[in-house]
C-alpha cells in the first residue's frame, strides 16, 4: 500500500514536471521571431539627386548658367530667348538629362546648349530629349572634350544640329533640318571620337562630318544639302553607314589619307564617292557584281 501511494506521487511529479515542460516550450514558440528580419533601413539620401532646370521667370534668367559639376535635369520643357543662349555650361564633369522635354529656341537666339570657352570643359554629358529651333547650333560642345550625347533629337536649328569635340561619342542622334551640318565631330590635335546608330537628314550642308581618328559606323545619312559623310582628315573609319548625296555632290567624301571605307551601302551611282589616295577603299560593287569581296561597299 505504501509503495503505490510512492509510485502515485512519483507518477504526479512526473506528470507536473512534463505539463510545466511543454507550457515553457509553447512560451517559447509563442514568443519567438518565425518571420525573418526586414531589409536594413536605406542610407540612401532622400529626395532627388539631381538639380531640377526650369523656365526663367524672365528674359534675364538667360542663359541659364551651370558652373559646378553634378547631374541636372529638365523639370519642364524650356523655351528660350531672343539673343541669349539656352543654357550655358562652365564645369567639369556635368551630365544634363533632359528627360524627355525639349529645349525650344526662337528666331535671333543663340545656341541651345552651350559648351562655354571661360575654360577647357570635360566629361560633358547630354541625353533624352529634344533641342530644336534654336537660331545657332542645337548643341555646340565644341570646347568640351571627351563627351558623350546620346539619345538626342535636334532638328530645325539654324546653325548645325550638333559640334561635338575629341573624344567624345555621338549615339543614338537624329539630327534633321538644321541650317549647316547635322552631327559635327570637331577633333583636332590627334583626338579620337565615335559616331554610331545615329540619323542626319535634310540639313543644309553636310550630313555627318568628321576632321580626322573618328569611328563612323552603323549611321543612315540621306537628303542632305551636300555629303552624306565627309571626312576631312586622316585617322577614320567609315564602316557599315547606309548613305546617299544630293544633286552632284559625293555621298562619301574622303579628302585626307589613311583611313578606311568598307562595306557600305551607298544609294546612286559609283561616281557618288569622292575618295582621296592613299586610302584603304573597299571594292564598289552592285548589282552586277558578284557580292564576293567581304568588305565591298555595295551601291545600290
Do not use: C
Request: no cysteine.
Amino acid at each position: 500500500m505504501k509503495r503505490s501511494l510512492l509510485d502515485r506521487a512519483a507518477w504526479a511529479v512526473a506528470g507536473a514536471l512534463a505539463v510545466a515542460l511543454i507550457a515553457s516550450l509553447a512560451g517559447v514558440a509563442r514568443g519567438g521571431q518565425l518571420d525573418p528580419p526586414g531589409p536594413p533601413a536605406s542610407t540612401l539620401p532622400l529626395g532627388e539627386p539631381r538639380t531640377p532646370i526650369r523656365q526663367p521667370a524672365s528674359a534675364a534668367g538667360f542663359p541659364i548658367v551651370i558652373s559646378a559639376p553634378g547631374s541636372y535635369y529638365l523639370a519642364e520643357n524650356i523655351t528660350g530667348v531672343v539673343g541669349k543662349d539656352g543654357i550655358e555650361v562652365r564645369a567639369d564633369s556635368v551630365t544634363i538629362d533632359l528627360n524627355g522635354f525639349a529645349l525650344t529656341g526662337v528666331p535671333g537666339s543663340g545656341h541651345g546648349i552651350w559648351a562655354s570657352d571661360f575654360v577647357l570643359l570635360r566629361a560633358l554629358s547630354i541625353g533624352h530629349g529634344a533641342v530644336q529651333d534654336w537660331g545657332a547650333d542645337g548643341i555646340n560642345g565644341d570646347n568640351a572634350h571627351d563627351g558623350s550625347y546620346d539619345d538626342l533629337r535636334l532638328d530645325h536649328n539654324a546653325g548645325g544640329g550638333i559640334r561635338a569635340s575629341g573624344n567624345s561619342l555621338i549615339s543614338h542622334v537624329v539630327a534633321a533640318a538644321n541650317g549647316a551640318h547635322g552631327i559635327l565631330m570637331n577633333n583636332w590635335a590627334g583626338e579620337g571620337g565615335i559616331i554610331r546608330d545615329s540619323t542626319a537628314s535634310l540639313n543644309d550642308l553636310d550630313g555627318i562630318v568628321v576632321l580626322g581618328n573618328t569611328l563612323v559606323v552603323d549611321n543612315n545619312s540621306f537628303s542632305n544639302g551636300d555629303s552624306a559623310i565627309h571626312a576631312y582628315y586622316s585617322g577614320s573609319r567609315i564602316d557599315s553607314n547606309n548613305v546617299s548625296g544630293a544633286g552632284t555632290m559625293p555621298a562619301i567624301n574622303v579628302e585626307g589619307s589613311n583611313n578606311v571605307i568598307v562595306r557600305n551601302s551607298i544609294r546612286g551611282v559609283t561616281a557618288n564617292v569622292s575618295i582621296a589616295a592613299m586610302n584603304t577603299v573597299g571594292p564598289l560593287e552592285n548589282a552586277f557584281t558578284p557580292f564576293s569581296h567581304p568588305w565591298a561597299n555595295i551601291v545600290y
